[in-house]
């Protein structure tokens, strides 16, 4: 079974830079995953960030951005807001399917 | 604008089945892939299928394969998430959602649809 790992919590000072990873069970995370990012706040749908590792949308606020560290996809957020505070999720592709991070809850 | 409103959610017994239904404007609705995400309640979001521009080929977690089916209507801008032998660990908000670029996967989404499975 596929099982994509993303930190459950992390928090981070307003002004400060923060790191979250998403790991993958079956090897490194490369750009053949199209790692996707997503925020999801309570009570809302998620919002697309990044695809295909370190692209992002026409919404993607420049603060964000993508990409491979160590065998992990990442999304980096500098300088951190209050209003980042939320769920963020991975997206990896494996072959057809996609899967899922568990998510990580970031508190600004 | 891209506008996806997802229908058909509720309450439905063990066992039991649904259909959701996703209508899609705003946009070539054929030039798209369009997925179902669900969010189980105190879990994360979990993808569940998607299906491609003209409807000819699918894929699907696991945990789903063989219970649910996505289908599109090209001609109606709809597409739908049939679910049959529902679980109670299937209860979730149930979002569809459409690709963006090559390898967006779900830049756009809907509000979701609450499907509750309970006796």
């Known amino acids: 079974q596929t099982v994509v790992t993303q930190e459950p919590s992390v928090t981070v000072s307003p002004g400060g830079t923060v790191t979250l990873t998403c790991a993958s069970n079956?090897?490194?995370?490369?750009?053949?995953?199209?790692p996707n990012w997503f925020q999801q706040k309570s009570g809302q749908p998620p919002r697309a960030l990044i695809y295909s590792t370190s692209n992002t949308l026409s919404w993607t606020p420049a603060r964000f951005s993508g990409s491979l560290i160590g065998g992990t996809a990442a999304l980096t957020l500098s300088p951190v807001q209050p209003d980042d505070e939320a769920d963020y999720y991975c997206?990896?592709?494996?072959?057809?399917?996609?899967?899922f991070g568990g998510g990580t809850k970031l508190t600004v | 604008d891209v506008y996806l409103a997802e229908s058909g959610g509720g309450l439905v017994q063990p066992g039991g089945s649904l259909r959701l239904s996703c209508a899609a404007s705003g946009f070539t609705f054929t030039r798209y892939w369009m997925t179902w995400v669900r969010r189980a309640p105190g879990k994360g979001l979990e993808w569940l299928a998607n299906?491609?521009?003209?409807?000819?080929?699918?894929f699907y977690v696991d945990s789903v394969k063989g219970r649910f089916t996505i289908a599109r209507d090209n001609a109606k801008n709809l597409v739908f998430l049939q679910m049959n032998s529902l679980r109670v660990e299937d209860t979730a908000t149930y979002y569809c959602?459409?690709?963006?670029?090559?390898?967006?996967?779900?830049?756009?989404w809907g509000q979701g649809t609450l499907v509750s499975v309970s006796s």
């Open positions: 299906i491609n521009r003209d409807g000819s080929d699918d």
């Open positions: 959602a459409r690709s963006g670029s090559p390898w967006s996967e779900g830049a756009y």
């Open positions: 997206l990896l592709f494996y072959g057809g399917v996609w899967v």
């Open positions: 079956t090897g490194a995370v490369t750009n053949d995953h199209h």
